[in-house]
């Protein structure tokens, strides 16, 4: 059983329907699926967001089943893999793909699975590899390390959301003083989560910020990432955003003039960094060493989102739910119609 986008548009255009069980191929498990996040980047896809790129990656052609992060139990063990065994409860991220984890069952590469920790949930673990990954690869365009990272000053926008509250966590356990802006809802969560300081984004604008960072992070809004590129300080290790326009732009002008408009535009931004600092559009993409991390921080992570979970047959209300950015984590349950 899967959420199948058979059309791209609205959440109408998800259907639930009976799949074949896929079969693991060499390097492979195939994963009884009991939760699934969905995140902004599911509902972006389901509306046709990024098909262009996607498509040369076989990710974007209909029927589509969306959904990057899932825990649940290996059920199926392909040939060359030695790490699991039928009965083992992992989690983890797969690469975009036309066969996503909002399903019964998901086909995933063994390289891409964990195991899951005692005492945290497979709902709760559905919440973290996706966005986790995606802000390992942001502190590492943006030079931020274990070894260049303590005692610096890090600028985080949007640090309520689930890239930003991930963020703030990690460059705590760095050593990094951390300043993040938020909106009215997401301020106490972000002095929960560790920052050191939170200001309020409606009354605070970042230009009023001072150039004293050594690194900035954009979790927010393309429309504020050269504000944040000025508040660098002259010896500043860089900056990195994962909200650039990279695939709209491909969307928009096809691939190869959409690929030289954001190369155009990102050559703008880095031009606005200090001498000898990074510029990083930052996209999603398993590693290994971020793998490693994620299972240090899934065991010891003290602050855990609020989740809202869905019910398979409910996977239209789930996408509602991520649009119009209600309270809670979207989690799919995909093995309970």
């Known amino acids: 059983m899967a959420a199948v986008v058979e059309r791209f548009g609205g959440a109408g255009a998800l259907r639930v329907r009976e799949t074949a069980p896929p079969r693991p191929g060499r390097g492979q498990v195939v994963v009884r699926v009991a939760a699934a996040s969905i995140n902004p980047i599911d509902v972006r896809r389901r509306a046709g967001y990024g098909r262009k790129l996607f498509g040369l990656m076989g990710a974007a052609r209909l029927p589509l089943v969306l959904g990057n992060d899932f825990a649940g139990t290996v059920c199926a063990v392909g040939p060359g893999v030695t790490a699991w065994r039928e009965g083992d409860a992992v989690f983890g991220a797969k690469p975009p793909s036309r066969h996503g984890s909002h399903a019964s069952h998901v086909t995933v590469d063994a390289r891409h699975v964990l195991a899951q920790p005692a005492r945290v949930t497979p709902v709760q673990l559905a919440t973290l590899p996706y966005n986790f990954l995606t802000v390992c690869r942001a502190l590492d365009g943006a030079g931020l390390t274990r070894a260049s990272a303590p005692g610096r000053q890090v600028l985080v926008h949007g640090g309520s959301g689930g890239l930003g509250m991930i963020a703030i966590a990690l460059l705590k356990q760095l050593g990094a003083h951390?300043?993040?802006?938020?909106?009215?809802?997401?301020?106490?969560?972000?002095?929960?989560?560790?920052?050191?300081?939170?200001?309020d984004r409606r009354l605070l604008p970042l230009e009023a910020l001072p150039r004293r960072f050594a690194a900035t992070l954009n979790f927010a809004h393309w429309h504020d990432d050269a504000a944040l590129v000025a508040r660098l300080a002259p010896d500043a290790l860089g900056h990195a955003t994962t909200v650039h326009p990279l695939l709209a732009q491909i969307d928009r002008y096809g691939l190869a003039g959409g690929a030289l408009a954001a190369l155009a535009g990102k050559r703008r931004g880095a031009a606005g960094v200090p001498r000898g600092a990074r510029y990083a559009w930052t996209?999603?993409?398993?590693?290994?060493?971020?793998?490693?991390?994620?299972?240090?921080?899934?065991?010891?992570?003290?602050?855990?989102?609020?989740?809202?979970?869905?019910?398979?047959?409910e996977v239209a209300a789930a996408h509602v739910h991520v649009e119009e950015r209600r309270l809670g984590r979207a989690v799919l349950l995909p093995n309970n119609f």
Do not use: S
């Open 283 to 313: 996209v999603f993409r398993p590693d290994d060493g971020a793998l490693d991390w994620l299972a240090e921080y899934a065991v010891a992570r003290k602050v855990a989102p609020t989740l809202q979970a869905f019910r398979m047959g």
């Open 178 to 199: 951390v300043t993040t802006t938020a909106g009215e809802h997401g301020l106490a969560a972000c002095r929960a989560a560790g920052a050191d300081l939170v200001l």
